[in-house]
């Protein structure tokens, strides 16, 4: 009789988390997380900040590396070695000053441009303006700076 009475406890037991937990989720409504304003900004910081933080380590990798190629091949042209063995060493790729002052131009560009807009709240259609007019001026900046170089 007792273990009657613990089977039939366990079975109500069950019988009202279960109904508890259907009363329960019945009652929410549907979780979207698109539609919540919140979760949808703290998604594009994410990514903003993920999209700079590539960005700036791009670049910083890409001077680090330009510095150490010069490094390289002054050091290779000191010891008085080949051509051919300075040439297989050195790294194929002609243009990382151009890229390096190609980032640098396009972040400078892009933080006058966020400064900018940070003086004319609330943000909206005409930050977008300042922002796509801030990133063609960096890259007509690169433009004259490269042409200036090669002359």
Do not use: C
């Not at 366990?10 to 009202?16: D, R, S």
């Not at 330009?66 to 010891?79: A, G, H, M």
């Not at 002052?101 to 807009?117: D, E, M, Y």
């Amino acid at each position: 009789m007792n273990t009657q009475i613990k089977i039939t406890m366990k079975k109500l037991i069950l019988i009202l988390l279960f109904s508890s937990i259907v009363i329960g989720t019945h009652a929410q409504e549907p979780f979207n997380p698109l539609a919540d304003k919140e979760i949808t900004q703290e998604i594009m910081r994410s990514v903003v900040i993920l999209i700079g933080l590539y960005l700036i380590s791009t670049f910083i990798l890409t001077l680090i590396r330009l510095f150490l190629t010069d490094r390289l091949k002054r050091t290779l042209v000191e010891k008085g070695a080949d051509e051919p063995i300075i040439t297989a060493l050195l790294p194929k790729n002609k243009n990382e000053k151009s890229e390096a002052l190609k980032w640098f131009t396009l972040l400078s560009a892009i933080a006058l441009g966020f400064t900018v807009s940070s003086f004319y709240q609330p943000l909206g259609i005409h930050s977008v303006i300042i922002m796509t007019v801030s990133v063609a001026l960096g890259f007509l900046a690169h433009y004259l700076i490269m042409r200036w170089l090669n002359n």
